[in-house]
């Protein structure tokens, strides 16, 4: 950097703008693309679980977000800013949502109405009511139903990356076949399948062989070792990325808190139904927590069919990376608050009553809804107004 | 007990290039112009003419009306020129034009010695009058006004500001340090005029040693010195009543409605100068900094003083491209270099490589949100201002924005939020005065 130092300097051709004259080194792009970080390390486990195939899925969820993108922004004749990296979140994340085993255009469509119709017919970046990867996910769910309901395939652990996880029968056989564990206790708890099932107990303790579901370690959920989709299987990736993410302030560390939090209290108190026997004669209301007495042991039950909650069904992927989407969650504190608690309800609403298996995406879309009157209704306190200047204070 | 005030930021403080640096007196020589309108209020009216001879501290304009204040030949000379010269807001303004003689003598009964505490409060508010005072903080707004409440709002606690909380400026600083008791001095007397129970000094905590000076000149004596934590906007007048005192000025309020009255410190030190020694206000300190200034530094200089006598010896980089007066988070951006020091250059900020920024879409990341002293949401505030809707910002708050620039410093968007908020208030204000107009 040039130096020069003069004795006598007339100054002009100054620039001439508002203040403040100084900014924080924050930018949208860095933002964007730290998220893009944070997501790799699930991204990566569901690769390892699931295969090449995932990777597959992934890169053709995000490559397709980036080109719609640019085609959008090329035929509006806007700046294309595919380089601040939303486009590759939103891609990334769409590809996480879906299950392994999925057909090529499942994930190209899939991000195509996420950045096409959830953002830019919204008006681009910022625009949007709609967290786009949601409503890309929500299209395929119900477009492709079929593909998005079945095909809950994991590879076997001796094959781990290499394996085709489309490969569940015949010579060489990959990767097996399961419900996944959210599936088994959303039919059990609706008073459907699985048969001579008595008690969340033996629910939870369903064998690990053979054909049926089953509801993995805990170990092995926590790392990622189970059925689900490509991103959501892995708590211990998924935590890492999102506390990385509540480290920078990018994330409110209550609004994962309170999501998670209020899924955990209300899947431990909200009463479901159990078949009692083969006949379905009885189905009986109990209460999670304390569905096998209050004793200690039987406490464990109530907790670990919580932490099941808590684990699988892409609550910590929603909780941590959806339900925090910057721009379509409310933008002050109380707001952030009752959406935070309002998606914990409505996902175990969904999850314990509702038709499917699944909770979180519709419970944060819906949530999403909200938000404008969420903001409308929640804006802060204004210095000079209200109870504080009521009195003259003191010192 | 401080407390906390909500929001506000933490930019750095590039303090170091100028806190250590003693202040260094910059003597009178050339020609210095004088702004007839270099505070809050109406100008000043001349009151010399082309070609009188004029003494160091003689006025030279009256002031006019309450909210006015007069003004002082900074030395001894020869008044050469009335004319209008670049102003700090992008108009030209009068201003009288002295040559100085070298002599810089004093005119009859200024630099005398003087017992502050025999004087009244009267008499004392008299002489801050006339010695054409007024906020050195930046605000300039007329000090003999400010120092007159009505009686229907009393004042208990009087609170100096200490606190500096731009960034790069050091002038309170080095005030406070090396001549803290005409600072403590002065707010003695205010304390005095206004009749104040409570007084504190408030002293932000990146100048411990302006602390200790304080606290030592202080003593025994019932004044706190108390120790704020660095945070930006800290200074803000509501702000540091928040802290203090744990009151709010009520909105639309003035610090009076909540019984209270702030004083930067420079001006404190100027009413002890008016009243110790009949010195009126003829000079100030500013800080040259800026990441272009190669030679920064804190200068004791007289108002009407030009630039380029700051700038020559300042060793400016041939990259700057941005002067700001003030500091960088609310200071005015200057077209040109060719302006004179006022009594509200607290600061000459030059930097290089500054940038223009377009802004893109809020991304309603809240960090405004957070940040807002005032509590306001500035995201809206700014989609509003790009949108032309004007009314629904009046229902947001627009006028309870200070402009501290907190929201637009953290927008990661590089949105102009300030900006957008001034062009409100713009609008609000021209719609106002129609509205005035038409209702005859």
Sequence with gaps: MSSESKEYRHLDKLLVSSSPHIRSPESTSRIMWTVVCTLIPAAGVGVVVFGWRA?????????????????IQRLRKVPITIRDGSAVVTGLLVGMVLP??????VPVVGSVVAIGIAKHLFGGLGGNIWNPALIGRAFV???????????????????????????????????????TPMTLIHQTVTGGEPEGINSLSEVLSVSQSGSGPFMPDPAHALLGYMNGCIGEVSVIALLL???????RGYVKWYVPALYIATVAVLAALLPVTMHVNEMGLGDRWIVPMFSEGTGQATLAVGATYVSYHLICGGLM??????????????????GLIIFAVGCGVLTVLLRTYGGYPEGVCFSILLMNTAVPVIDRLCKPRVYGTGKAVAGKGGK | MVHKFNGGVHPLSHKDRTRGLAIEVLAPNGVLAVP????????????????????????????????????????????????????????????????ADGLDAWAEGCNIERDPDALSPKELLDIVREAGIVGMGGATFPTAFKLTPPPSKPIDAVLLNGIECEPYLTGDHRLMLEQGEQVLGGFRLIRRILGAKIAIIGIEANKMDAVAAMRKIVGSEDIEVAVLPVKYPQGAEKQLIKALLNREVPSGGLPMDCGVVVQNCATAAAVWQAAAKNIPM?????????????????????????????????????????????????????????????????GILILEHAESFEGGPCIRCGRCVEGCPSGL??????????????????????????????CTFVCPSRRPIVHYIRFIKDELRRQAVREREAAG
């Design chain 1, 141 to 179: 769910h119900v477009t492709f139903a079929e593909q998005m309901n079945s095909g809950w395939h994991l590879l076997k652990p001796s094959r781990l990356f290499v394996g085709d996880v489309m490969k569940v029968a015949g010579e060489n056989v990959d990767a097996v076949s399961r419900a």
């Design chain 1, 55 to 71: 990777l597959i899925v992934l890169m053709l969820s995000t490559g397709a977000a980036i080109g719609c993108e640019y085609l």
């Design chain 2, 282 to 346: 003829i000079e100030r300190i500013t800080t040259i900094t800026g990441d272009a200034v190669r030679r920064p530094g804190n200068y004791q200089v007289r108002i009407g003083t030009p630039f380029e006598q700051l700038l020559a010896s300042s060793r400016i980089t041939s990259e700057a491209n941005k002067l700001v007066l003030g500091g960088p988070m609310m200071g005015l951006a200057q077209q040109t270099s060719e302006l004179v020091v006022t009594k509200g250059t607290g």
């Design chain 2, 36 to 99: 007839v309108s270099q505070h809050i209020g109406a100008p000043a009216k001349p009151i010399v003419a082309k070609g009188d001879a004029v003494l160091r501290g003689q006025k030279i304009g009256d002031a006019q009306g309450a909210v006015s204040a007069p003004i002082h030949a900074p030395t001894s000379g020869t008044v050469v020129n009335i004319a209008p010269i670049n102003g700090q807001f992008g108009r030209p303004v009068m201003a009288i034009h002295i040559e």
């Design chain 1, 100 to 105: 392994p085993t999925v057909q090529w255009y």
């Design chain 2, 377 to 406: 949401v500035p995201s809206a505030l700014s989609v509003l201002g790009e949108n032309l809707k004007f009314d629904e910002a009046a229902d947001f708050n627009v006028a309870d924005c200070i402009e501290c620039g907190v």
């Design chain 1, 317 to 334: 992927l929603g909780a941590l990376f959806m339900a925090t989407d910057m721009v379509t969650s409310p933008i002050t504190r109380k």
């Design chain 1, 241 to 247: 990325g999102g506390l990385f993410l509540i480290w």
